[in-house]
Structure formats: C-alpha cells, structure tokens
C-alpha cells in the first residue's frame, strides 16, 4: 500500500520540478528574444546619432546622452545579475524535485 503511495508522490515531484524547468526554459526565451530586440534598436539609435549634421558647434547634450546611456546599461547588468540569481535558485529546485521524484518511483517499485 505504502509503494503505490510513494510512486504517486514521486509522479508528482517529477512533474512539479518539469513544469519549473519548462517555466525557467519559456522565460529564457523570451528573455532573450527582448534583449536582441533592445539591442537592435540601440543600434539603430546610435547610427541615426551618427547620420546627423555636423552643426556649429559641439553638441551641448553629448556629456548628458554620455550619462544616461552609462546608466542604463549599469541597470540592466544589476537587472540581469538578480534575475539570473533568482533564475538559479528555481533550475537547482527543480532539478532537487526532479530527483526526489525519482528516487520516490524507485522505492516505490522496488520489489519487497
């Protein structure tokens, strides 16, 4: 009676950690689907930046465009520093769900 329990719970285990890995494998994508889309249009802003005319003078706003593009890019390095942090600590529950799952089938279908 205990078996078919234990091979219950360890069904459940492995389809809680599977279904954390397909979440975190999902978010990854898309992840990085919106950085290459980020990075495309930075580029293009930095070559319309380039396209334009050279007026009389040096533009009063280069040290200030300098600033703001530095800081963003400091925001999203902390950005994805924590959410690969956070993304860690979800893989390894689901791998440790994925292997108690599996150590559950086994002592539930071994034989006594």
Do not use: C, Y
């Not at 930075?42 to 005319?53: A, F, G, I, Q, V």
């Not at 400091?74 to 390894?92: D, I, N, P, T, Y």
């Amino acid at each position: 009676m205990i078996q078919s329990w234990l091979t219950i719970a360890g069904l459940v285990l492995d389809f809680a950690g599977f279904s954390l890995l397909l979440r975190e494998w999902w978010l990854a994508f898309f992840n990085e689907g919106r950085q290459i889309e980020a990075e495309e249009h930075l580029e293009r802003m930095r070559h319309l930046r380039s396209l334009r005319p050279a007026g009389s003078g040096a533009d009063p706003f280069a040290a200030l465009n300098k600033i703001q593009d530095d800081h963003a890019v400091r925001s999203a390095r902390a950005a994805h520093k924590s959410a690969m942090a956070a993304r860690r600590s979800v893989f390894l529950l689901a791998a440790l769900l994925i292997a108690a799952g599996f150590v559950l089938q086994l002592a539930g279908a071994w034989p006594t």
